[in-house]
DNA sequence: ACGATGTAACTATCCAGTTAGATACATCAG
DNA sequence: CTGATGTATCTAACTGGATAGTTACATCGT
Protein backbone atom coordinates (compact mmCIF):
# COMPACT_ATOMS: atom_id res chain seq x y z
CA UNK A 1 0.00 0.00 0.00
CA UNK A 2 2.75 2.45 1.18
CA UNK A 3 5.91 1.22 0.60
CA UNK A 4 7.43 4.31 0.70
CA UNK A 5 7.40 5.75 4.37
CA UNK A 6 10.20 4.53 6.76
CA UNK A 7 9.18 5.59 9.83
CA UNK A 8 8.86 9.39 10.59
CA UNK A 9 11.06 9.86 14.05
CA UNK A 10 10.65 12.76 16.89
CA UNK A 11 7.79 13.86 15.12
CA UNK A 12 6.33 13.31 18.10
CA UNK A 13 8.35 15.73 20.71
CA UNK A 14 7.36 18.85 18.25
CA UNK A 15 3.21 17.87 18.76
CA UNK A 16 2.89 16.37 21.86
CA UNK A 17 0.15 18.16 24.06
CA UNK A 18 1.02 16.23 26.58
CA UNK A 19 4.43 17.57 27.12
CA UNK A 20 4.62 18.99 30.64
CA UNK A 21 7.62 21.18 30.06
CA UNK A 22 6.61 22.35 26.38
CA UNK A 23 8.50 25.03 25.01
CA UNK A 24 5.82 27.74 24.89
CA UNK A 25 3.85 29.24 27.35
CA UNK A 26 1.02 27.40 26.35
CA UNK A 27 0.34 24.93 29.78
CA UNK A 28 -2.00 22.82 28.44
CA UNK A 29 -5.52 23.78 30.82
CA UNK A 30 -6.50 20.51 32.08
CA UNK A 31 -7.16 18.24 29.70
CA UNK A 32 -7.65 15.34 31.30
CA UNK A 33 -6.11 12.47 29.51
CA UNK A 34 -9.74 10.80 30.46
CA UNK A 35 -8.84 7.17 32.28
CA UNK A 36 -8.82 4.48 29.63
CA UNK A 37 -12.14 2.21 29.94
CA UNK A 38 -12.78 0.12 26.58
CA UNK A 39 -16.31 -0.56 27.73
CA UNK A 40 -17.35 3.23 28.29
CA UNK A 41 -15.66 4.36 25.40
CA UNK A 42 -17.36 1.80 22.91
CA UNK A 43 -20.72 2.57 24.51
CA UNK A 44 -20.10 6.26 23.77
CA UNK A 45 -19.47 5.71 20.34
CA UNK A 46 -22.54 3.49 20.18
CA UNK A 47 -24.84 6.55 21.68
CA UNK A 48 -22.86 9.02 19.32
CA UNK A 49 -23.75 6.59 16.39
CA UNK A 50 -27.84 6.25 17.31
CA UNK A 51 -28.23 10.00 17.31
CA UNK A 52 -26.12 10.45 14.26
CA UNK A 53 -27.42 7.56 12.49
CA UNK A 54 -31.13 8.74 13.52
CA UNK A 55 -30.53 12.40 12.45
CA UNK A 56 -28.79 11.47 8.76
CA UNK A 57 -29.49 7.82 8.26
CA UNK A 58 -27.07 5.64 6.95
CA UNK A 59 -25.78 6.94 3.83
CA UNK A 60 -26.06 10.90 5.07
CA UNK A 61 -24.06 9.53 8.73
CA UNK A 62 -20.42 10.86 8.94
CA UNK A 63 -17.95 8.51 10.53
CA UNK A 64 -15.92 11.45 11.73
CA UNK A 65 -18.77 13.18 13.17
CA UNK A 66 -19.63 9.73 14.87
CA UNK A 67 -16.09 9.96 16.29
CA UNK A 68 -16.16 13.62 17.41
CA UNK A 69 -19.93 13.20 18.86
CA UNK A 70 -18.27 10.69 21.35
CA UNK A 71 -15.27 12.43 22.33
CA UNK A 72 -13.81 9.48 20.87
CA UNK A 73 -10.95 8.67 18.33
CA UNK A 74 -12.19 7.70 14.47
CA UNK A 75 -9.77 4.49 14.96
CA UNK A 76 -11.99 3.05 18.03
CA UNK A 77 -14.62 2.06 15.60
CA UNK A 78 -13.11 0.00 13.24
CA UNK A 79 -11.68 -1.42 16.13
CA UNK A 80 -14.67 -2.05 18.21
CA UNK A 81 -17.29 -2.24 15.45
CA UNK A 82 -15.79 -3.18 11.99
CA UNK A 83 -16.90 -0.68 9.87
CA UNK A 84 -19.66 1.72 8.80
CA UNK A 85 -22.34 -0.60 8.29
CA UNK A 86 -21.92 -2.89 10.93
CA UNK A 87 -21.79 0.13 13.26
CA UNK A 88 -25.34 0.94 11.81
CA UNK A 89 -26.50 -3.04 12.53
CA UNK A 90 -24.80 -2.81 16.23
CA UNK A 91 -27.25 0.85 16.93
CA UNK A 92 -30.25 -1.08 15.23
CA UNK A 93 -29.59 -4.01 17.50
CA UNK A 94 -29.30 -2.23 20.14
CA UNK A 95 -32.57 -0.47 19.56
CA UNK A 96 -34.90 -2.75 18.42
CA UNK A 97 -34.01 -4.68 21.72
CA UNK A 98 -34.19 -1.60 23.74
CA UNK A 99 -37.86 -1.32 22.34
CA UNK A 100 -38.82 -4.74 22.52
CA UNK A 101 -37.87 -4.99 26.12
CA UNK A 102 -39.74 -1.83 27.39
CA UNK A 103 -43.10 -2.36 25.31
CA UNK A 104 -44.26 -5.96 26.16
CA UNK A 105 -47.38 -7.20 25.16
CA UNK A 106 -48.89 -8.52 28.14
CA UNK A 107 -52.33 -11.17 27.88
CA UNK A 108 -52.15 -9.56 24.56
CA UNK A 109 -54.00 -6.46 25.73
CA UNK A 110 -53.37 -4.30 22.83
CA UNK A 111 -54.51 -1.22 24.52
CA UNK A 112 -52.27 -1.61 27.06
CA UNK A 113 -49.61 -2.09 24.19
CA UNK A 114 -50.57 0.46 22.61
CA UNK A 115 -50.36 3.49 25.53
CA UNK A 116 -46.74 2.28 26.34
CA UNK A 117 -45.50 2.27 22.79
CA UNK A 118 -46.90 5.38 22.56
CA UNK A 119 -45.53 6.71 25.65
CA UNK A 120 -41.70 5.27 24.55
CA UNK A 121 -41.57 6.49 21.43
CA UNK A 122 -42.50 9.93 22.46
CA UNK A 123 -40.00 9.81 25.27
CA UNK A 124 -37.39 8.25 22.76
CA UNK A 125 -37.65 9.54 19.14
CA UNK A 126 -34.15 8.15 17.92
CA UNK A 127 -36.12 5.02 18.36
CA UNK A 128 -38.66 5.61 15.57
CA UNK A 129 -35.79 7.12 13.14
CA UNK A 130 -34.09 4.17 13.22
CA UNK A 131 -36.44 1.86 12.68
CA UNK A 132 -37.61 3.64 9.83
CA UNK A 133 -34.36 4.34 8.39
CA UNK A 134 -33.27 0.48 8.50
CA UNK A 135 -36.50 -0.53 6.98
CA UNK A 136 -35.06 1.24 3.96
CA UNK A 137 -31.55 1.02 4.11
CA UNK A 138 -31.32 -2.85 5.43
CA UNK A 139 -33.12 -5.69 6.15
CA UNK A 140 -32.57 -8.46 7.61
CA UNK A 141 -34.32 -9.38 11.19
CA UNK A 142 -32.59 -10.65 14.13
CA UNK A 143 -33.00 -13.67 15.75
CA UNK A 144 -34.07 -11.79 18.85
CA UNK A 145 -36.35 -9.20 16.90
CA UNK A 146 -38.22 -12.30 14.90
CA UNK A 147 -38.51 -14.15 18.50
CA UNK A 148 -40.20 -10.77 20.06
CA UNK A 149 -42.53 -10.58 17.48
CA UNK A 150 -43.15 -14.58 17.55
CA UNK A 151 -44.15 -13.97 21.34
CA UNK A 152 -46.78 -11.00 20.48
CA UNK A 153 -48.60 -12.28 17.79
CA UNK A 154 -49.22 -15.89 20.07
CA UNK A 155 -50.65 -13.18 22.82
CA UNK A 156 -52.49 -11.92 20.01
CA UNK A 157 -53.94 -15.07 18.43
CA UNK A 158 -54.52 -16.46 22.77
CA UNK A 159 -56.14 -13.29 22.75
CA UNK A 160 -58.59 -13.85 20.10
CA UNK A 161 -59.35 -17.75 20.48
CA UNK A 162 -60.74 -16.79 24.34
CA UNK A 163 -62.62 -13.92 23.16
CA UNK A 164 -60.51 -11.21 24.30
CA UNK A 165 -59.83 -9.70 20.81
CA UNK A 166 -62.00 -9.83 17.86
CA UNK A 167 -61.43 -12.84 15.61
CA UNK A 168 -62.53 -11.29 12.47
CA UNK A 169 -58.90 -9.90 11.63
CA UNK A 170 -55.88 -11.89 11.47
CA UNK A 171 -53.35 -11.56 13.94
CA UNK A 172 -51.09 -10.14 12.54
CA UNK A 173 -52.73 -7.98 10.73
CA UNK A 174 -54.66 -6.88 14.13
CA UNK A 175 -51.12 -5.94 15.58
CA UNK A 176 -49.51 -3.86 12.55
CA UNK A 177 -52.56 -1.87 12.43
CA UNK A 178 -52.52 -1.00 16.20
CA UNK A 179 -48.89 -0.81 16.39
CA UNK A 180 -48.59 1.41 13.51
CA UNK A 181 -51.42 3.95 14.95
CA UNK A 182 -49.74 4.26 17.91
CA UNK A 183 -47.03 6.44 15.60
CA UNK A 184 -49.38 8.06 13.44
CA UNK A 185 -49.69 11.94 15.56
CA UNK A 186 -45.80 12.05 15.84
CA UNK A 187 -45.56 10.64 12.53
CA UNK A 188 -48.11 12.72 10.80
CA UNK A 189 -47.04 15.32 7.76
CA UNK A 190 -45.65 18.29 8.86
CA UNK A 191 -48.44 19.99 6.44
CA UNK A 192 -51.12 18.30 8.91
CA UNK A 193 -50.14 19.75 11.65
CA UNK A 194 -49.72 22.95 10.34
CA UNK A 195 -53.21 22.42 8.89
CA UNK A 196 -54.32 21.54 12.59
CA UNK A 197 -52.78 25.02 14.04
CA UNK A 198 -51.55 24.94 17.90
CA UNK A 199 -48.96 23.18 18.85
CA UNK A 200 -48.53 19.76 18.21
CA UNK A 201 -46.37 18.46 20.51
CA UNK A 202 -47.50 20.34 23.20
CA UNK A 203 -47.89 18.54 26.65
CA UNK A 204 -51.50 19.56 26.43
CA UNK A 205 -52.22 18.30 23.04
CA UNK A 206 -50.02 15.46 23.16
CA UNK A 207 -52.23 14.26 26.13
CA UNK A 208 -55.33 14.72 24.12
CA UNK A 209 -54.03 12.74 21.14
CA UNK A 210 -53.23 10.24 23.65
CA UNK A 211 -56.74 9.65 24.10
CA UNK A 212 -58.04 9.84 20.81
CA UNK A 213 -55.45 7.00 20.45
CA UNK A 214 -56.48 4.64 23.06
CA UNK A 215 -60.24 5.39 22.22
CA UNK A 216 -59.37 4.32 18.86
CA UNK A 217 -57.76 1.42 19.58
CA UNK A 218 -60.65 0.52 21.72
CA UNK A 219 -62.96 0.67 18.76
CA UNK A 220 -60.63 -1.27 16.73
CA UNK A 221 -59.53 -4.51 18.90
CA UNK A 222 -63.18 -4.98 19.77
CA UNK A 223 -65.10 -4.68 16.65
CA UNK B 1 -19.38 34.35 -20.31
CA UNK B 2 -16.82 32.76 -22.85
CA UNK B 3 -14.73 35.67 -24.00
CA UNK B 4 -11.94 33.60 -25.32
CA UNK B 5 -13.74 31.56 -27.80
CA UNK B 6 -13.92 32.49 -31.32
CA UNK B 7 -15.72 30.17 -33.11
CA UNK B 8 -14.69 26.65 -33.57
CA UNK B 9 -14.20 25.31 -36.95
CA UNK B 10 -13.82 22.15 -39.03
CA UNK B 11 -13.13 20.42 -35.14
CA UNK B 12 -16.78 19.43 -36.00
CA UNK B 13 -14.96 16.95 -39.20
CA UNK B 14 -12.74 14.78 -36.83
CA UNK B 15 -15.18 13.26 -34.45
CA UNK B 16 -18.78 13.51 -36.89
CA UNK B 17 -19.98 10.18 -35.96
CA UNK B 18 -22.64 10.51 -39.03
CA UNK B 19 -20.50 11.88 -41.53
CA UNK B 20 -20.75 8.75 -44.08
CA UNK B 21 -17.93 8.43 -45.40
CA UNK B 22 -15.51 8.12 -42.36
CA UNK B 23 -12.29 6.60 -43.08
CA UNK B 24 -12.20 3.25 -40.77
CA UNK B 25 -14.51 0.14 -41.61
CA UNK B 26 -16.49 1.67 -38.40
CA UNK B 27 -19.77 2.36 -39.95
CA UNK B 28 -22.06 3.46 -36.92
CA UNK B 29 -24.76 0.49 -36.39
CA UNK B 30 -27.61 1.99 -35.60
CA UNK B 31 -26.93 4.35 -32.28
CA UNK B 32 -29.88 6.56 -33.06
CA UNK B 33 -28.73 10.02 -31.66
CA UNK B 34 -31.92 10.26 -30.44
CA UNK B 35 -34.33 13.06 -31.49
CA UNK B 36 -34.03 16.49 -29.00
CA UNK B 37 -37.29 16.68 -26.99
CA UNK B 38 -36.69 18.84 -23.57
CA UNK B 39 -39.52 17.95 -22.47
CA UNK B 40 -39.51 14.62 -22.93
CA UNK B 41 -35.80 14.34 -21.44
CA UNK B 42 -36.77 16.66 -18.50
CA UNK B 43 -39.85 14.24 -17.62
CA UNK B 44 -37.08 10.71 -18.02
CA UNK B 45 -35.03 12.65 -15.63
CA UNK B 46 -37.62 13.11 -13.34
CA UNK B 47 -38.85 9.45 -13.34
CA UNK B 48 -35.98 8.36 -13.24
CA UNK B 49 -34.83 10.76 -10.19
CA UNK B 50 -37.73 9.23 -8.61
CA UNK B 51 -36.81 5.62 -8.79
CA UNK B 52 -33.31 6.68 -7.22
CA UNK B 53 -34.66 8.91 -4.61
CA UNK B 54 -37.08 6.03 -3.67
CA UNK B 55 -34.38 3.58 -3.74
CA UNK B 56 -31.59 5.50 -2.03
CA UNK B 57 -32.96 8.44 -0.13
CA UNK B 58 -31.37 11.69 -0.86
CA UNK B 59 -27.57 11.05 0.68
CA UNK B 60 -27.44 7.92 -0.78
CA UNK B 61 -28.44 8.46 -4.30
CA UNK B 62 -26.55 9.05 -6.95
CA UNK B 63 -26.83 11.53 -9.45
CA UNK B 64 -24.40 9.91 -12.22
CA UNK B 65 -26.71 7.04 -11.44
CA UNK B 66 -29.97 9.15 -12.09
CA UNK B 67 -28.11 10.47 -15.55
CA UNK B 68 -27.55 6.92 -16.28
CA UNK B 69 -31.47 5.51 -15.66
CA UNK B 70 -32.37 8.22 -17.52
CA UNK B 71 -30.29 7.69 -20.52
CA UNK B 72 -29.35 10.77 -20.18
CA UNK B 73 -26.58 13.22 -19.97
CA UNK B 74 -25.73 14.43 -16.18
CA UNK B 75 -25.20 17.88 -17.03
CA UNK B 76 -29.23 18.22 -17.84
CA UNK B 77 -29.77 17.88 -14.69
CA UNK B 78 -28.29 21.23 -13.56
CA UNK B 79 -29.82 22.51 -16.63
CA UNK B 80 -33.30 21.64 -16.25
CA UNK B 81 -33.71 21.45 -12.20
CA UNK B 82 -31.05 23.29 -10.50
CA UNK B 83 -28.99 21.15 -8.01
CA UNK B 84 -28.95 17.43 -6.14
CA UNK B 85 -31.83 19.05 -3.57
CA UNK B 86 -34.08 20.67 -6.26
CA UNK B 87 -34.39 17.75 -8.25
CA UNK B 88 -35.37 16.11 -4.83
CA UNK B 89 -38.03 18.78 -4.14
CA UNK B 90 -39.39 18.24 -7.46
CA UNK B 91 -39.74 14.51 -7.21
CA UNK B 92 -41.04 15.32 -3.60
CA UNK B 93 -43.52 17.80 -5.01
CA UNK B 94 -44.41 15.81 -8.49
CA UNK B 95 -45.35 12.44 -6.06
CA UNK B 96 -46.82 14.59 -3.68
CA UNK B 97 -49.27 16.35 -6.34
CA UNK B 98 -50.05 13.05 -7.52
CA UNK B 99 -51.48 11.42 -4.15
CA UNK B 100 -53.31 13.87 -3.37
CA UNK B 101 -54.92 14.19 -6.89
CA UNK B 102 -55.27 10.12 -6.83
CA UNK B 103 -56.93 9.76 -3.10
CA UNK B 104 -59.62 12.44 -2.37
CA UNK B 105 -61.52 12.38 0.72
CA UNK B 106 -65.26 12.24 -0.84
CA UNK B 107 -67.50 14.06 1.71
CA UNK B 108 -65.19 12.91 4.72
CA UNK B 109 -65.60 9.61 3.81
CA UNK B 110 -62.99 7.72 5.61
CA UNK B 111 -63.78 4.47 4.87
CA UNK B 112 -63.72 4.94 0.98
CA UNK B 113 -60.41 7.41 1.58
CA UNK B 114 -58.81 4.35 3.25
CA UNK B 115 -59.63 1.76 0.87
CA UNK B 116 -58.44 4.77 -1.92
CA UNK B 117 -55.55 5.08 -0.36
CA UNK B 118 -54.38 1.77 0.38
CA UNK B 119 -54.95 0.94 -3.68
CA UNK B 120 -53.02 3.17 -4.71
CA UNK B 121 -49.74 3.38 -2.57
CA UNK B 122 -50.07 -0.53 -3.45
CA UNK B 123 -49.63 0.30 -6.91
CA UNK B 124 -47.35 3.00 -6.85
CA UNK B 125 -44.89 2.07 -3.45
CA UNK B 126 -42.29 5.01 -4.49
CA UNK B 127 -44.89 6.94 -3.03
CA UNK B 128 -44.82 6.13 0.68
CA UNK B 129 -40.90 5.68 0.67
CA UNK B 130 -40.70 8.95 -1.13
CA UNK B 131 -42.67 10.52 1.36
CA UNK B 132 -41.06 8.99 4.05
CA UNK B 133 -37.68 10.02 3.16
CA UNK B 134 -38.99 13.27 2.47
CA UNK B 135 -40.36 13.72 6.45
CA UNK B 136 -36.68 12.91 7.49
CA UNK B 137 -34.72 15.03 5.21
CA UNK B 138 -36.30 17.84 4.36
CA UNK B 139 -39.61 19.28 5.77
CA UNK B 140 -41.37 22.19 4.23
CA UNK B 141 -44.56 21.51 2.62
CA UNK B 142 -45.93 23.15 -0.42
CA UNK B 143 -48.55 25.12 -0.76
CA UNK B 144 -50.42 22.48 -2.81
CA UNK B 145 -50.14 20.26 -0.11
CA UNK B 146 -51.36 22.39 2.76
CA UNK B 147 -54.22 23.10 0.97
CA UNK B 148 -54.82 19.56 0.35
CA UNK B 149 -54.58 18.70 4.02
CA UNK B 150 -56.52 21.78 4.93
CA UNK B 151 -59.24 20.35 2.65
CA UNK B 152 -59.63 16.80 4.05
CA UNK B 153 -59.70 18.33 7.37
CA UNK B 154 -62.61 19.99 6.59
CA UNK B 155 -64.11 17.20 5.31
CA UNK B 156 -63.47 15.67 8.28
CA UNK B 157 -65.00 18.12 10.67
CA UNK B 158 -67.93 18.29 8.68
CA UNK B 159 -68.46 14.86 9.08
CA UNK B 160 -68.45 15.16 12.40
CA UNK B 161 -70.99 17.60 12.46
CA UNK B 162 -73.57 15.72 10.65
CA UNK B 163 -72.79 12.88 12.62
CA UNK B 164 -71.41 10.89 10.04
CA UNK B 165 -67.61 10.47 11.76
CA UNK B 166 -67.54 10.28 15.97
CA UNK B 167 -66.58 13.64 17.65
CA UNK B 168 -65.33 12.46 20.48
CA UNK B 169 -61.82 12.76 18.30
CA UNK B 170 -60.58 15.70 16.95
CA UNK B 171 -60.69 15.80 13.43
CA UNK B 172 -57.01 15.83 12.65
CA UNK B 173 -56.34 12.71 15.29
CA UNK B 174 -58.83 10.68 13.34
CA UNK B 175 -57.49 11.71 9.88
CA UNK B 176 -53.92 10.68 10.97
CA UNK B 177 -55.49 7.51 12.47
CA UNK B 178 -56.69 6.29 9.45
CA UNK B 179 -53.93 7.67 7.35
CA UNK B 180 -51.41 5.64 8.96
CA UNK B 181 -53.42 2.40 9.11
CA UNK B 182 -53.83 2.35 5.51
CA UNK B 183 -49.92 1.47 5.28
CA UNK B 184 -49.99 -0.90 8.42
CA UNK B 185 -49.38 -3.71 6.12
CA UNK B 186 -47.11 -2.47 4.07
CA UNK B 187 -45.18 -0.80 5.69
CA UNK B 188 -44.89 -3.61 8.28
CA UNK B 189 -41.39 -4.95 9.95
CA UNK B 190 -39.94 -7.27 8.02
CA UNK B 191 -39.73 -9.63 11.07
CA UNK B 192 -43.44 -9.10 11.67
CA UNK B 193 -44.20 -10.42 7.86
CA UNK B 194 -41.64 -13.48 8.62
CA UNK B 195 -43.35 -14.41 11.63
CA UNK B 196 -46.44 -14.19 10.13
CA UNK B 197 -46.38 -16.89 7.48
CA UNK B 198 -46.79 -16.95 3.58
CA UNK B 199 -46.25 -14.79 1.59
CA UNK B 200 -47.48 -11.06 2.41
CA UNK B 201 -47.63 -9.67 -0.69
CA UNK B 202 -49.61 -12.29 -2.65
CA UNK B 203 -52.57 -11.01 -4.44
CA UNK B 204 -55.05 -13.60 -2.03
CA UNK B 205 -52.76 -11.90 1.44
CA UNK B 206 -53.30 -7.88 0.26
CA UNK B 207 -56.78 -8.82 -0.23
CA UNK B 208 -57.38 -10.23 3.12
CA UNK B 209 -55.62 -7.60 4.77
CA UNK B 210 -57.54 -4.74 2.58
CA UNK B 211 -60.54 -6.66 4.30
CA UNK B 212 -59.15 -6.44 7.60
CA UNK B 213 -58.03 -2.72 7.07
CA UNK B 214 -61.72 -1.56 6.19
CA UNK B 215 -63.19 -3.48 8.97
CA UNK B 216 -60.58 -1.74 11.78
CA UNK B 217 -60.99 1.74 9.62
CA UNK B 218 -65.30 1.35 10.32
CA UNK B 219 -64.72 0.31 13.88
CA UNK B 220 -62.49 3.22 14.72
CA UNK B 221 -64.82 6.14 12.82
CA UNK B 222 -68.15 5.00 14.05
CA UNK B 223 -66.46 5.08 17.49
C1' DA C 1 7.64 -6.11 28.47
C1' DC C 2 3.44 -6.80 26.42
C1' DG C 3 -1.18 -6.43 25.05
C1' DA C 4 -5.03 -3.27 25.26
C1' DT C 5 -6.24 1.31 24.44
C1' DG C 6 -5.64 5.49 22.28
C1' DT C 7 -4.13 9.23 18.67
C1' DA C 8 -2.85 12.16 14.41
C1' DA C 9 -1.88 12.14 9.90
C1' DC C 10 -2.47 10.06 5.62
C1' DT C 11 -4.53 7.93 1.29
C1' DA C 12 -7.45 6.18 -2.19
C1' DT C 13 -11.82 6.77 -3.79
C1' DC C 14 -15.99 8.86 -4.70
C1' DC C 15 -19.02 12.27 -6.18
C1' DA C 16 -21.61 16.84 -6.85
C1' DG C 17 -21.05 20.27 -9.69
C1' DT C 18 -18.34 22.72 -13.84
C1' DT C 19 -15.97 23.52 -18.10
C1' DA C 20 -15.64 23.65 -22.71
C1' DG C 21 -17.33 22.34 -26.13
C1' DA C 22 -20.41 19.67 -30.11
C1' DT C 23 -24.65 18.74 -32.57
C1' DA C 24 -29.49 19.53 -34.14
C1' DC C 25 -32.71 22.70 -35.62
C1' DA C 26 -34.85 27.03 -36.80
C1' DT C 27 -34.70 31.32 -39.21
C1' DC C 28 -33.30 34.48 -42.38
C1' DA C 29 -30.34 36.76 -46.14
C1' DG C 30 -29.19 36.34 -50.79
C1' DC D 1 -33.23 26.70 -52.67
C1' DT D 2 -28.65 27.46 -50.05
C1' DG D 3 -25.64 28.55 -46.86
C1' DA D 4 -24.73 31.38 -42.76
C1' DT D 5 -25.88 32.45 -38.08
C1' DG D 6 -28.11 32.01 -33.61
C1' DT D 7 -30.03 29.19 -30.05
C1' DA D 8 -31.58 25.22 -27.55
C1' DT D 9 -30.20 20.71 -26.57
C1' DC D 10 -26.90 17.53 -25.42
C1' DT D 11 -22.11 15.39 -24.21
C1' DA D 12 -17.31 13.88 -22.34
C1' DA D 13 -13.91 14.94 -19.36
C1' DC D 14 -12.44 17.30 -15.50
C1' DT D 15 -11.95 19.37 -10.59
C1' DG D 16 -12.00 20.25 -5.83
C1' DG D 17 -13.63 18.93 -1.69
C1' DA D 18 -15.35 15.39 1.20
C1' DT D 19 -15.07 10.89 3.32
C1' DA D 20 -14.43 5.87 4.61
C1' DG D 21 -10.93 3.40 5.92
C1' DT D 22 -5.50 2.72 7.17
C1' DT D 23 -0.90 3.32 8.94
C1' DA D 24 2.41 4.21 12.04
C1' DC D 25 3.09 5.39 16.40
C1' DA D 26 2.38 6.54 21.64
C1' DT D 27 1.00 5.37 26.15
C1' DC D 28 -1.35 3.05 29.82
C1' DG D 29 -2.21 -0.91 33.01
C1' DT D 30 -0.54 -5.05 34.61
Same mark, same amino acid.
Given at each position: ??? =??????????? &?????????? +? *???? +??????????????????? %?? *???? *?? $?????????????????????????????????????????? =?? @?? &????????? %? /??? @?? /??????????????? #??? /??? +?????? *??? $??????????????? $?????????????????????? #????? +? %?? #?? &??? $????????????????? @????? &?? =??
Amino acid at each position: MNP =VSPARPQAKAT &VDPMSSQAAG +T *ELPP +TIQPRPRDAGATKARLLRA %AT *EEFA *EH $GLAGARVDRIAERAGANKRLIYVYFGDKDRLFDAVVDDQARA =VM @AA &VPLPDGDLA %A /FAA @AR /FDYVLANPTVRRIAH #WRA /FER +TEPTED *ELA $GYRIRLEAVAAAQRE $GRLRADIPAADLFALVMRMTES #WLAAP +T %AL #WI &VAD $GDPLAPERLAEHRQALL @AAVRS &VI =VG
